[in-house]
């Protein structure tokens, strides 16, 4: 599979399960330096982070960041009614 393809399918998993914690991902950067194509979005609401890798390293992941595991907690995102 070609990396930039990819990269395009992790970034979609990735906003797939931060949309699902209820947070509103900005743009995903690419990081300029990296060997190969790895790059993160912020939450625009809390500022949890996701994280994308095409070749991590050993014992690491493709995706990461509490982004993807934790649910938003702004107040924009709130369903408390207290």
Known sequence: MKEETLFRELKKKALDACHYRGHRM???WSW???????????????????VVDTDPLPNSFSLCGPA???????????????
Do not use: I, Y
């Open 32 to 50: 300029p330096n990296s060997p190969h194509l790895c790059g993160q979005a912020s939450c625009l609401d809390c500022g949890e982070t996701a």
């Open 26 to 28: 900005g743009r995903f």
């Open 68 to 82: 993807l595991t934790v649910m938003c907690v702004s107040k924009k995102n709130s369903t408390d009614s207290a």
